[in-house]
């Protein structure tokens, strides 16, 4: 009998799932929101990209994808890390308060459709 190289049906290792926190669903919201690689998240607001995905998901999305994106753009905008910093939880709205890194953009409730704080 031969045994021949079975073609893998996993997807290969996405350079986005190399961020502390990002799987391969976070990673599609990312990739879905126009981002392909860690560079492309540099200096972005998490905020604005959260928001932007309930947008274009026409739903509410569960809070801890903003505190992974959040942590994510942390991981691209420097090259030297806080580990602590580094972990998604720490990104929570509370935890963002006492940080001594630049807190990402405040929560915001929409006003007629659109985000004061992402304008």
Known sequence: MSVGKLKSTAAPTDALETIPGV???IARDLRELG?????????????RMYYSLCETRGAHIDRCVLYVFRCAVYYASHEVYDPDLLKWW????DAVRHAPAPAPAPRCTPVDGTHECCE
Do not use: H, I, M, Q
């Not at 981002?35 to 905020?47: F, I």
């Open 90 to 93: 720490n990104w929570k709205d």
């Open 35 to 47: 981002y392909t690689c860690v560079s492309d998240l540099r200096g972005e607001n998490p905020a």
């Open 23 to 25: 799987g391969p669903s």
